[in-house]
């Protein structure tokens, strides 16, 4: 069963599932989730495709292990050609959020995060990518 609203014809599940979006991510209205939606869906795509994007990896670890620290340097000097900066925060007395923002081909920005998110000892990682053309 389809229902349509306000030009958009979906299934009733669907529309429920977009005003759910709409009001878990506080959009004005159905329009601009549906904007969001396909933007993001567009830069995916181009992560695919292998555009140059830019975006963060972000890392947490205990300071404490010296091995973590070593292992990510390593990994790090192998990428200068698209790691931009890297900064460290204690979040708490041994534990380290370290942002690195970097910029690049999308497949090379996804090697270089799952190299440094699969280091033994890291707690948790991220990478973050968004169009840059």
């Known amino acids: ?12 599940n669907l529309l429920e599932a977009l005003d759910e979006y709409v009001h878990t991510n ?4 159905r ?6 939606l396909i933007e993001k869906n567009i830069v995916e795509s181009k992560w695919k495709c292998n555009h140059i994007v830019a975006g963060a990896i972000i890392l947490t670890y205990d300071f404490n292990k010296i091995d973590i620290k070593n292992k990510l340097g ?13 900064q460290n925060f204690y979040i708490t007395a041994n534990k380290i959020l370290e942002i690195i923002a970097v910029k690049g ?12 998110i ?3 000892g890291i707690e948790h990682g991220k990478l ?3 169009k840059a053309e």
């Open 118 to 120: 699969s280091i033994k």
């Open 74 to 86: 390593e990994i790090q000097k192998n990428y200068t050609d698209v790691i931009l900066s890297a």
């Open 128 to 130: 973050i990518m968004s």
């Open 31 to 36: 329009s601009q989730a549906i904007r969001h």
């Open 105 to 116: 081909t999308s497949y090379k920005l996804t090697e270089l995060s799952e190299n440094l």
């Open 1 to 12: 069963m389809s229902v349509t609203r306000f030009g958009v014809s979906l299934e009733s």
């Open 26 to 29: 506080k959009f004005p209205n």
